[in-house]
């Protein structure tokens, strides 16, 4: 297929729109969880919605997003309780915990994955693209779903940006301040949880997080303002899910949702090279041009006083 | 004074079953300067974050000026440990100054131009107008403590709640602060400062509380701040030399 194909294609078109909105909606809420230093947090989430999701399954035998939408938030909201009994009433601190309750819950999650399989309408129920996503088994109400959801996503991180941000740098003095921290915790996350559910068709449970940690990181790089920050993010995941899906149509057989977390890989390698002020290259360009400096001045001194 | 500016009462707090402050009971008089003075792990920060409700108590009663502190939240100010935040935040001074006006903003609402004037007052009082647009992760310790001082003015408080403002700041700085806080008291507002350096402890309060675990005592500087009272708070840790000039010396 060349450029023009796709785009004439209504499939692919819709599939291109899906994953714009889904890598949008994804770099915005997680520039939050990133700055909330929350990334693996992100990744347990996602991994924590596939037993969601096939519980689901199992219990309404259909398959459509708006129930794994609760399936996978409800599973999400486990998963955060128990990482919060975990890390309160043990001495287990928080890396551990999350990698306990990623680990167990994924685990559960093969495991009803293969129940459902081997069962008699497993094979048409195609869960297994849920671990690294197939854009070809998107229709069109799951890409309507994705723009919903993204909108909803976008719109409500622009309302409540001014408690995120508070939320994000400080959240003691939030606290203090009268806001409800344990509730927009709970919120944040459940807006990561959606973002998941939505990510799932496309780039499956296992590398969902990238969508969400990567564009951030990559947007970090170029701003020192928050908002700018949130924007770019969107941006970068936007790039990352066109370009994936543009070369996964154009390229037989490569799968989309690994294509499209290595797209937002490149621009993370772009950024943290070549981003002023503090990408790599700038600050070692800094550091050579001041060291030039710096001894092209102690020569002078000396020439200045021969002693 | 008819009201206390702070009244606690029976306060109890503890982490993993232990208690780190014991049934306290205290009240504070309108308009001065407080030292909260003790050991480290006596619970002096934990004291503060617990009157503030940023973690749990397990029982007491906070009254701020005979009202409850659910509905005297917008007359208090906090300024937190410095290094409670991550200062590579992407945003600059004059917006981490502006968060002060997010209680009095409430929800949904943008802050605009007034917000942005008061900040700028607020930067101002601290000597920090020209770094306003700085990089939070590009200003100096001290530079960091006086914007979330700033921060806390904007807040337009009664009562001050500071967790050690003095920690790591150089003298300057030290001196800016503590002008700052003599302002703030002579315009009536009261001020509890969580302080470590017994030296200066004469010079900057009115009143100090001795805390370990529990008040040990509490009252005007001259009454409580004397070596008795210090080495009960300080388990006889303390090797205290009388000195002429300031009355004590700690080592």
Known sequence: MNILDIITDPNTRWILLGT???????????????????????????????????????????????????????????????????????????????????????????????????????????????????TASMVMSDVYMMMTVSFILIFTCTVFFKEFKLLSFDPGFAKGMGLPVVFL????????????????????????????????????????????MVILSGIFGMLSGVSGTLISTTVNDLPTGPLIVLSATVWFFFSMLFAPKRGVLSSVWRRVSTKKKYSLEQERRKGSHPS | MDQAALKVENLTIAYHKKPVVEDVSFEVPEGNLIGIIGPNGAGKSTLIKGILELIPKISGEITIKGSTYKSMRKSIGYVPQRESVDWDFPTNALDVVMMGRYGHLGWL??????????????????????????????LSGGQQQRIFLARALAQEADIYFMDEPFVGVDAATEKAIIQLLMELKGKGKTVLVVHHDLSTVKEYFDWTMLLNKKVMKIGPTEEVFIPEYLQETYGGRLAILSDTKSGLLLK
């Open chain 2, 109 to 138: 609402k943008r802050p605009g131009k007034a917000e942005r004037q008061k900040a700028m007052e607020c930067l101002d009082k601290v000597g920090m107008v020209e770094y306003a647009n700085r990089q939070i992760s590009q």
């Open chain 1, 20 to 134: 714009m909105f889904l890598g949008l909606s994804s770099g915005v809420i997680g520039s939050f969880a990133y700055l909330r230093k929350q990334s693996l947090l992100g990744d347990t989430l996602a991994h924590a919605a596939l037993p969601g999701i096939c519980v689901a399954f199992i219990l309404t035998g259909v398959k459509s997003t708006s129930f794994f939408l609760i399936g996978a938030a409800l599973a999400g909201l486990v998963a955060v309780f128990l990482i919060s009994v975990l890390t309160r009433y043990s001495k287990i601190k928080q890396d551990a915990a999350l990698g306990i309750v990623l680990s167990s819950f994924f685990g559960f999650g093969i495991v009803m994955l293969t129940q459902i399989q081997q069962s008699e309408y497993g094979n048409q129920s195609g869960l297994d693209t849920f671990l690294f996503g197939q």
């Open chain 1, 185 to 228: 915790d709970y919120f944040i996350m459940m807006l990561i949880v959606a973002a998941v559910v939505i990510g799932i068709q496309a780039v499956g449970v296992v590398l969902m997080a990238s969508l969400l940690i990567t564009p951030a990181v990559s947007a970090r790089y170029w701003t020192e303002r928050l908002h700018i």
